[in-house]
């Protein structure tokens, strides 16, 4: 029973659940400040069918490379104990689950706009599982990538049957950015090794990454600007959000909005000043960073959303993230707590 489990953890990658679940979350707060709680878990249940197609079509895609890959050994599809027609055909299915349940809690207006916009993440998301670590150019199959989780914000925003507005555009640019940074920096680092000797291309190995024999990493500068631009867009970008997109009529939101999105930029740059000059393993460094810059637009959003869909997208946030043990590896080092990250 618990060797099940652990595959169904795996094989629908509950841990990056949250990522997937907060976009068209956020877009539909965005849009419709009265977005009401049934709606809310309805748009989780779209999230989840999209999320099992994106990212079982992507051990599909990656199987020879995961094969390899340490940190993959015991995910089932690279076991063996499932097959991948097995696993072709649950992502497949996960496409029309989407498409219907999309009909069942979305809004009827706007329905060609919303239809389209979940199409067209599928196929952007498609396009980068088929060629993301093949293309020549890895930084334009990153903005492909981000593109379709970009196109979720808008989904969901079309979902409540309102129009989009600036904030919808200041999240979609932020996700972009977010994904760009996550999947060029965050992910490329953490599989450089593997990565490298098979030969994929990677933003990370393009710009001139390299693994070391002792394990560590040699990032030349090149990295190190194209991470700083990204993470400098990601903390100015709400910054702006809170001055010109939220409404001016909720005061109190405002200033809220700004305390909570204040808060989580200082603890990004504390996470990254701490990583630069106390002994750590850069996936406790990388795990705090993402928690943080996933957590910015929930700050920026959260408090003019209603108790109801609030506690819907946090729990979506914080969930996944309990599930994971590199949270808790994370958290130990940042706290200077014993533990495997002193290793």
């Not at 067209?120 to 989780?149: E, V």
């Not at 637009?297 to 959303?305: H, Q, S």
């Amino acid at each position: 029973m618990y060797q099940q489990l652990k595959d169904l953890y795996h094989l629908f990658r509950l841990s990056a659940f949250g990522a997937t679940a907060l976009p068209p979350l956020l877009g539909a707060a965005s849009a419709d400040r009265r977005l009401e709680g049934r709606r809310a878990i309805g748009l989780l249940g779209v999230a989840a069918a999209f999320h099992a197609f994106a990212y079982l079509h992507n051990d599909l895609c990656d199987l020879d490379l995961d094969r390899t890959q340490p940190l993959r050994a015991d995910y089932p599809l690279v076991r063996g104990s499932l097959t991948p027609r097995t696993v072709r055909v649950l992502a497949l299915t996960a496409i029309p689950v989407a498409f219907a349940l999309d009909t069942l809690v979305a809004a009827p207006e706007r329905a060609h706009s919303r239809r389209i916009r979940m199409a067209a993440a599928m196929l952007l998301l498609a396009a980068y599982n088929r060629w993301g670590k093949s293309y020549p150019f890895p930084p334009l199959t990153d903005l492909i990538q981000a593109a379709g989780w970009a196109a979720l914000i808008g989904y969901g925003a079309a979902a409540t049957g309102h129009r989009d507005n600036r904030l919808v555009s200041l999240l979609s640019g932020y996700e972009l950015l977010l994904i760009m940074q996550v999947n060029g920096i965050h992910g490329a680092l953490r599989d450089l090794a593997n990565d490298y000797a098979q030969g994929a291309r990677t933003t990370a190995i393009w710009l001139g990454a390299r693994p070391q024999p002792d394990g560590g990493m040699s990032l030349p500068p090149a990295v190190a600007i194209y991470a700083l631009s990204l993470q400098a867009a990601l903390t100015l970008l709400p910054l702006v959000g809170v001055g010109s997109a939220l409404p001016a009529t909720q005061p109190g939101v405002r200033r809220r909005a700004a305390a909570g999105v204040t808060l989580v930029t200082i603890l990004q740059l504390i996470v990254l000043v701490m990583g630069a000059w106390r002994r750590a393993r850069p996936a406790d460094v990388g795990m705090l960073h993402l928690i943080l810059i996933l957590s910015t637009p929930i700050a920026l959003v959260g408090p003019g959303m209603a108790p109801a869909p609030r506690s819907t997208l946090l729990l979506a946030h914080i969930l996944p993230l309990l599930a994971n043990g590199r949270t808790y590896a994370a958290l130990r080092w940042a706290l200077a707590l014993p533990g495997d990250s002193d290793r």
